[in-house]
């Protein structure tokens, strides 16, 4: 059975910095790609960043491009997202999912899913 549980979502103020975390377990985590999404109240859920199994490949969204990093260690099956200068705007419920084989930027391509961490950004 899969698992995938995220961490380090809060509230901060705008400017402020976070990193978010996702641990996996239950599945060959080197395979599969990573995905970071949110959602805000009352909007779909949408794209933040992506990154390959190795590694070395990253999408990420025109909103967060330069603010926002993607990296993960396959030796800790965890994928991270760093987040800085952040803004209210950024402000939602951060969802890690697992995709196997290549990443991709469509929500409906991924497998897994984790519970969610929420992150407020005050101004």
């Known amino acids: 059975q899969v698992h995938m549980v995220e961490s380090g979502g809060g509230l901060v103020q705008a400017g402020d910095s976070l990193r978010l975390s996702c641990t996996c377990s239950?599945?060959?985590?080197?395979?599969?790609?990573m995905g970071w999404f949110r959602q805000a109240p009352g909007k779909k859920r949408e794209f933040v960043a992506t990154i390959s199994g190795s590694g070395t490949s990253t999408v990420y969204a025109d909103s967060v491009k330069g603010r926002f990093t993607i990296s993960r260690d396959n030796a800790k099956n965890t994928v991270y997202l760093e987040m800085n200068s952040l803004k209210p705007e950024d402000t939602a419920v951060y969802y890690c999912?697992?995709?196997?084989?290549?990443?991709?930027?469509?929500?409906?391509?991924?497998?897994?899913w984790g519970q969610g961490t929420q992150v407020t950004v005050s101004s």
């Open positions: 999912a697992a995709r196997l084989r290549s990443a991709s930027t469509d929500r409906n391509n991924y497998n897994y």
């Open positions: 239950g599945l060959t985590f080197t395979i599969y790609a």
